[in-house]
C-alpha cells in the first residue's frame, strides 16, 4: 500500500511540475506516463499534443487543470483496481457517464458525459467509488472523490500542489492514514437485504404452515404461486426453503426459462441433479438408504432415469442393464410411472421432500406431465409442491394452462397464493433498510419511489439503482449518510415498466459488456461457461476490439460478464452465468434489433457445433439446434437447410428416447418446415424419417388428425411397401385409439395382403376355424422344451412384418370382429411353426393360452403352450412382452391353480408398470384381485386392493 501511495504522490508532484510551467497537460492516460522503476519511482509525463496555457492568476479557473485534476483521480483509480476508467478502452470496465466537470461546464452535473482523447468517456463516480472502497482506508476513497468531483463530497481542491501535499503528508505518518479499518462491503453503497422479505408474512405463514399439515398428516400438498412479473413470487420461494430447511426438509428447486423450452424437462432435470449432488455429500450411510429405497420402489429399470438424471448415477452407481426397449406410448407410461416411484421412494415421514419450481409459465409439456403424474398419485405421501408462475403471461396456448386444467377435472386440492404488489409501508422499509436511515426519514424518498413504480418490487429496487447510477441518489462522504435530488428524481422521466428503465441501465455499461449479456441473453437465463466460450468468441460487434488469441478473446468476455456480477445484472453459479431476474435477461434480448434476431440464433448455433467437441455433442445439441430453429427464417442456402434438418432430426430422436414427445415433435416439425415440395426427390430417406417420426411423435401426444394427414403424405410418396410400413402401423394405432377399431381392421387386412397373408373377408365355418387353432396348439404342446427352443429365429422379413400387423389384428379384432380372433392365432402359430420364433409369437402363444383355458378337456394343452411362452420369452429377452405374456398365461391358470398364481399375477402386474404396459399391468391386476377373493381373502381387503389398482390406472392415464 505505501508503494502504491509514494507513486501517486510522485504522479502529483510530476503534475505540480507541469502547471508551475503554465501548462495544463489535457490527455493524462496510463500511456502518457512514465514510471522510473528504481526505488525513486520518478515520473515522466510525455505527449504534450493536447496541452494548453493556463490563466496566470486562478489555476482553478482553468478547465485544462481541472480536467488534469479529474483526470488524476481516474489515473489514481486505474492504479488501485487495474481497470481502465475509460469507454473504449481493450480492458474497460463500467458506465460511459463521468460526474467530472467539461470544458464548457464548470459545475458538475450528474448527467454530463466527460469527453477524452478521440470520444472517450470516463465511467461513473459511483462505479469508482465502488471499486476503491475495500481496497484503500477510506481518506483516500474520500481524495479519489474529490478530485473527480463527485456529489459524494463536497471537498474539492483548488490546485494539483494540494493533492501533492496530502498524499506526502499520508507518506509520512502512515499510522493515522493508511490504517483505516473501515471494512463495511456496503458503506455508502445500496443495502438490498437477502434475508429480508417484505409484506409477505401472510404469504410465508401458508407455506409453512401447508408444509407442517403434510408432515402431521402424513399427505402431499400443492402450492400455486401467481402474481405479474416483479411481485417477489421467486422471493416468497426463496425465503420459505431456509425455514422448511430447519424443519428437516429436503429442498429441491429448479427455474424454467422461455428460451430453454425446447429442452425437455430442463428444470426438472437442473433440480434433481442439484439434489443427487446435495445425497452424494450425505456420507455413506445417507447415500446407501436412498440407493436401496430407489433400487426396491424401480428396480431394473432404473437406467430410464439415469439418462435424465446423470447425477443419480452418483447415488446408486451404472445401471448394470439397459432399460427394455418398448414403443413409444409405452416409453411415456413408464417414465411417468418410474419417476412416481424414485419420488415415493426419496420422499418419507423422515425425510419430506419440498420440490420448489419457478417460472412455469415456460414449463414444457413434458415437465408438466411429471409434475402432473405426482401431484395426483395419491400413494405419495410427505411431498409439497409448490410452483410459482406468471398468471398475466399465461393463455390457452399455454402448456400450463392444459396442466391446470386436468388438475381441476381430478380434483386436486390446489393452494393458491395470488401476490400483489408490495404497499406504501413496506415500500418504506425496504428503502429504509437500502439506504440505513430511519422509516421517518426515508418516508420522503419512499413516496416519490411509490408513485412512480405503484409498489412493484423488481422496478423499485432498480430505479433506486437507477436514481444512483445518475447521481439522484448518493451517500455523502461528509456527512456519511445518504442524500437526494427531490426535484430531480419528481421531475425524472420515468420508462413504463422494468424493462425499459432495466434496457437503460445496461446501455450505460462498456459496449463489450452489453455484447456478452445480449449473447448470454439469446441462450436464456443461465449458461454454462464452457457453452458461452464455443459462441461468444466467435461472434464479434463492431464496437469492440478483437483479438487473434483466443485465450486473450475469451478473458475479455469473461471479464465484461463480471462486470455485469458485479453491477448486479448476473450471479455466477459454479459454472453457471445466470440472469439475477428474467425480465433482466428480457431486457438485454430486447436490445437486439428483431430483425437481426434470426441471424443472430443461427450464427450461436453454428458456432456451437462449430466448436464442441465430438465427445460433447450430446450435452449441447438440444441448444445447439434451438438456436439454428430461432434463426430457421434466415436461411437461404439449400445445403445448410439439409444440414439444420438432419439436426432437428437427431435432436427429435433424442427427445424420443427421452419419452419426450412434445419436445420431439417440435423438432421434427422443424426439420419439416426446412424441406421443400421437391424433398421427396431429392432428399428421401431425410424426408422418410423426418415425416414417420413426426407422426410417431403426434400419435404418442394424441393428435390422431394430424397423424392421418402426415401418414397420408409418407404412403403417397414411399416408394416400396416397405418404405410405408412404419406409417400404416402408427396409423393404425392412431385408428384404434380413437374406437375406429374396423377402420384399423380394415387397413391392417388391406397390408396383410400386400404381405402375402390373406384375410377372407368372410370367415369360413366358425367350427373350424375354432379346430385350425387347436390342431396349431396340439402340434406346439407336442414338443419337448428342446424341441421348442431349437426352433430358429425367423429370417424372412416379409413374414416377420407380417406377425407385426398380425398382432395389431388380433388386438382390434377383440375389440370389433372377436370371430376372427381364432383365425389370427392360428395364422401366427402356424408362422411360427414353418419359418421360425419371433417376439410376437410370445403373444400368440399366451394369447392362445388363455383362449382356449376355459375349453373341456384342454386345459393342459393351455398349460403347455403358456409354458412354452414363457421360455420363450426369456429365449428372445422379449421383456417388452412379459407382462402381456404372463397376464395371460397366469390368468388362464388360475382357475386351476388360484392360489399359485395370485403372486406371479402381481408381479406381472408390477412389470407391466414398470415397462409402461398399463393396459396388461392392469389386467393382471384383474385376475389378482378375483383370485385373492376366490381363496378365500376377506372381500373388504380385496376391495382396498382393487380400488388401489383403479386408482393407479386413472391417475397414469
Given at each position: 500500500m505505501k508503494s502504491i501511495i509514494m507513486v501517486m504522490r510522485n504522479i502529483a508532484w510530476s503534475m505540480v511540475d507541469v502547471h508551475n510551467a503554465g501548462i495544463s497537460h489535457n490527455n493524462i492516460t496510463p500511456e502518457h506516463i512514465i514510471i522510473n522503476i528504481d526505488d525513486s519511482a520518478s515520473i515522466k509525463f510525455i505527449s504534450f499534443g493536447s496541452a494548453s496555457f493556463l490563466a496566470e492568476n486562478n489555476e482553478l479557473s482553468n478547465a485544462g487543470a481541472r480536467k488534469d485534476l479529474a483526470a488524476l483521480g481516474y489515473i489514481f483509480y486505474e492504479i488501485v483496481s487495474g481497470k481502465s476508467p475509460l469507454r473504449g478502452r481493450v480492458n474497460q470496465t463500467v458506465t460511459i457517464t463521468t460526474d467530472c466537470a467539461t470544458d464548457m461546464e464548470l459545475e458538475p452535473k450528474s448527467t454530463r458525459e466527460e469527453e477524452h482523447d478521440g470520444g472517450e468517456m470516463y465511467i461513473s463516480a459511483v462505479e469508482v467509488y465502488s471499486a476503491l472502497l475495500n481496497k484503500l482506508p477510506f481518506v483516500f476513497v474520500k481524495i479519489v472523490m474529490a478530485l473527480i468531483e463527485s456529489k459524494m463530497t463536497v471537498e474539492r481542491y483548488h490546485s494539483v500542489t494540494e493533492v501533492y501535499l496530502l498524499l506526502d503528508k499520508m507518506m509520512s505518518n502512515p499510522r493515522n492514514f493508511l490504517s483505516d479499518k473501515r471494512k463495511d462491503l456496503y458503506y455508502g453503497q445500496l443495502r438490498f437485504t437477502s434475508y429480508k422479505l417484505y409484506d409477505r408474512d401472510d404469504q410465508l405463514s401458508i407455506i409453512t404452515d401447508a408444509y407442517s399439515q403434510m408432515t402431521s398428516e402424513e399427505s402431499s400438498k400443492m402450492i400455486l404461486v401467481s402474481g405479474y412479473s416483479g411481485t417477489g413470487k421467486s422471493a416468497l420461494i426463496k425465503h420459505a426453503r431456509p425455514i422448511l430447511k430447519t424443519r428437516n426438509a429436503h429442498i429441491i428447486y429448479g427455474k424454467f426459462d422461455q428460451l430453454?423450452?425446447?429442452?425437455?424437462?430442463?428444470?426438472?432435470?437442473?433440480?434433481?441433479?442439484?439434489?443427487?449432488?446435495?445425497?452424494?455429500?450425505?456420507?455413506?450411510?445417507?447415500?446407501?438408504?436412498?440407493?436401496t429405497a430407489i433400487f426396491e420402489a424401480i428396480g431394473s429399470e432404473v437406467g430410464v432415469l439415469t439418462k435424465i438424471f446423470p447425477r443419480l448415477c452418483q447415488v446408486i452407481g451404472s445401471p448394470v442393464a439397459d432399460p427394455v426397449q418398448v414403443d413409444s406410448q409405452q416409453a411415456q407410461n413408464r417414465l411417468k410411472y418410474l419417476f412416481r416411484m424414485m419420488i415415493g421412494a426419496i420422499a418419507s415421514p423422515s425425510s419430506p421432500l419440498v420440490l420448489l419450481l419457478d417460472d412455469l409459465q415456460w414449463a414444457d409439456s413434458s415437465s408438466l406431465d411429471l409434475i402432473e403424474a405426482v401431484v395426483t398419485d395419491s400413494e405419495i405421501k410427505c411431498i409439497l409442491f409448490a410452483g410459482t408462475y406468471r398468471s398475466n403471461e399465461v393463455n390457452n396456448a399455454f402448456p400450463l394452462t392444459r396442466f391446470m386444467s386436468d388438475i381441476a377435472?381430478?380434483?386436486?386440492?390446489?393452494?393458491?397464493?395470488?401476490?400483489?404488489?408490495?404497499?406504501?409501508?413496506?415500500?418504506?422499509?425496504?428503502?429504509?433498510?437500502?439506504?440505513?436511515?430511519?422509516?421517518?426519514?426515508?418516508?420522503?424518498?419512499?413516496?416519490?419511489?411509490?408513485?412512480?413504480?405503484?409498489?412493484?418490487?423488481?422496478?423499485?429496487?432498480?430505479?433506486?439503482?437507477?436514481?444512483?447510477?445518475?447521481?439522484?441518489?448518493?451517500?455523502?462522504?461528509?456527512?456519511?449518510?445518504?442524500?437526494?435530488?427531490?426535484?430531480?428524481?419528481e421531475t425524472k422521466t420515468i420508462p413504463k415498466n422494468v424493462i425499459n428503465l432495466l434496457t437503460e441501465r445496461i446501455v450505460r455499461l462498456p459496449v463489450l459488456t452489453q455484447h456478452a449479456l445480449n449473447l448470454l441473453s439469446c441462450i436464456g437465463c443461465a449458461c454454462a461457461e464452457s457453452t458461452?466460450?464455443?459462441?461468444?468468441?466467435?461472434?464479434?460487434?463492431?464496437?469492440?476490439?478483437?483479438?487473434?488469441?483466443?485465450?486473450?478473446?475469451?478473458?475479455?468476455?469473461?471479464?465484461?460478464l463480471e462486470i455485469a456480477v458485479a453491477e448486479g445484472l448476473v450471479k455466477k453459479d459454479g459454472s453457471l452465468y445466470v440472469f439475477v431476474h428474467d425480465q433482466i435477461q428480457s431486457a438485454a434480448y430486447s436490445l437486439n434489433p428483431e430483425h437481426q434476431r434470426g441471424p443472430l440464433h443461427l450464427q450461436i448455433g453454428n458456432s456451437i457445433l462449430k466448436n464442441v467437441p465430438i465427445d460433447e455433442m450430446e450435452n449441447v445439441l438440444f441448444i445447439a439446434v434451438d438456436q439454428l430453429n430461432r434463426g430457421i427464417l434466415s436461411v437461404n442456402r439449400e445445403d445448410l437447410k439439409e444440414t439444420i434438418?438432419?439436426?432437428?432430426?437427431?435432436?427429435?430422436?433424442?427427445?424420443?428416447?427421452?419419452?419426450?414427445f412434445r419436445s420431439s415433435a417440435s423438432f421434427f416439425e422443424a426439420g419439416i418446415s426446412l424441406l421443400d415440395e421437391y424433398c421427396w426427390d431429392k432428399m428421401y430417406e431425410l424426408s422418410l424419417q423426418l415425416y414417420g417420426s413426426y407422426a410417431d411423435a403426434q400419435f404418442c401426444i394424441g393428435h390422431f388428425d394430424e397423424v392421418g394427414q402426415v401418414t397420408a403424405v409418407i404412403i403417397k410418396h414411399?416408394?416400396?411397401?416397405?418404405?410405408?410400413?412404419?406409417?400404416?402401423?402408427?396409423?393404425?394405432?392412431?385408428?384404434?385409439?380413437?374406437?375406429?377399431?374396423?377402420?384399423?381392421?380394415?387397413?391392417?387386412?388391406?397390408?396383410?395382403?400386400?404381405?402375402?397373408?390373406?384375410?377372407?373377408?368372410?370367415?369360413?365355418?366358425?367350427?373350424?376355424?375354432?379346430?385350425?387353432?387347436?390342431?396349431?396348439?396340439?402340434?406346439?404342446?407336442?414338443?419337448?422344451?428342446?424341441?421348442?427352443?431349437?426352433?430358429?429365429?425367423?429370417?424372412?422379413?416379409?413374414?416377420?412384418?407380417?406377425?407385426?400387423?398380425?398382432?395389431?389384428?388380433?388386438?382390434?379384432?377383440?375389440?370389433?370382429?372377436?370371430?376372427?380372433?381364432?383365425?389370427?392365432?392360428?395364422?401366427?402359430?402356424?408362422?411360427?411353426?414353418?419359418?421360425?420364433?419371433?417376439?410376437?409369437?410370445?403373444?400368440?402363444?399366451?394369447?392362445?393360452?388363455?383362449?382356449?383355458?376355459?375349453s373341456d378337456g384342454d386345459s393342459r394343452a393351455s398349460y403347455r403352450i403358456g409354458e412354452l411362452a414363457l421360455l420363450l420369452v426369456e429365449k428372445l429377452e422379449a421383456n417388452e412382452y412379459i407382462s402381456q405374456v404372463h397376464a395371460n398365461v397366469y390368468a388362464a391358470r388360475s382357475w386351476n391353480e388360484m392360489r399359485m398364481t395370485t403372486k406371479p399375477l402381481h408381479h406381472a402386474y408390477k412389470r407391466g408398470m414398470e415397462i409402461g404396459d398399463i393396459q396388461n399391468a392392469m389386467l393382471s391386476a384383474q385376475y389378482y384381485c378375483i383370485n385373492r377373493f376366490l381363496c378365500g381373502i376377506e372381500l373388504p381387503t380385496v376391495e382396498k386392493e382393487f380400488r388401489y389398482f383403479l386408482k393407479q390406472m386413472k391417475e397414469q392415464y
Open positions: 430453454q423450452q425446447a429442452e425437455p424437462f430442463f428444470a426438472i432435470i437442473d433440480a434433481f441433479n442439484g439434489y443427487f449432488d446435495k445425497v452424494k455429500k450425505g456420507g455413506p450411510e445417507y447415500i446407501q438408504r436412498i440407493k377435472e381430478k380434483h386436486i386440492s390446489v393452494i393458491k397464493i395470488e401476490l400483489e404488489n408490495i404497499g406504501r409501508e413496506a415500500v418504506n422499509d425496504l428503502i429504509s433498510d437500502a439506504i440505513c436511515k430511519a422509516t421517518l426519514d426515508s418516508k420522503m424518498l419512499a413516496d416519490i419511489v411509490y408513485r412512480k413504480t405503484s409498489g412493484n418490487v423488481l422496478f423499485l429496487t432498480q430505479l433506486l439503482q437507477s436514481l444512483y447510477a445518475e447521481d439522484l441518489l448518493w451517500f455523502s462522504l461528509d456527512t456519511e449518510s445518504w442524500e437526494w435530488d427531490y426535484q430531480g428524481i458461452l466460450i464455443l459462441f461468444m468468441n466467435e461472434i464479434g460487434q463492431n464496437n469492440t476490439e478483437k483479438s487473434n488469441d483466443i485465450s486473450e478473446r475469451e478473458n475479455n468476455i469473461l471479464l465484461a434438418a438432419q439436426l432437428n432430426l437427431m435432436a427429435g430422436k433424442k427427445a424420443m428416447a427421452l419419452a419426450a414411399a416408394k416400396t411397401l416397405w418404405d410405408g410400413l412404419n406409417a400404416y402401423s402408427t396409423l393404425i394405432k392412431a385408428l384404434g385409439s380413437q374406437n375406429k377399431s374396423r377402420d384399423a381392421i380394415e387397413i391392417t387386412c388391406s397390408i396383410l395382403g400386400e404381405l402375402g397373408e390373406h384375410i377372407p373377408s368372410v370367415l369360413p365355418d366358425q367350427n373350424a376355424t375354432w379346430e385350425d387353432l387347436m390342431r396349431s396348439i396340439r402340434l406346439f404342446a407336442m414338443m419337448t422344451d428342446d424341441q421348442f427352443l431349437s426352433l430358429n429365429n425367423i429370417s424372412d422379413d416379409k413374414k416377420t412384418m407380417s406377425m407385426k400387423f398380425l398382432s395389431h389384428l388380433a388386438v382390434y379384432c377383440f375389440m370389433a370382429k372377436i370371430n376372427y380372433v381364432p383365425f389370427v392365432f392360428n395364422r401366427m402359430l402356424d408362422l411360427t411353426l414353418n419359418y421360425g420364433v419371433s417376439n410376437e409369437s410370445c403373444t400368440a402363444l399366451a394369447m392362445s393360452s388363455f383362449l382356449i383355458s376355459d
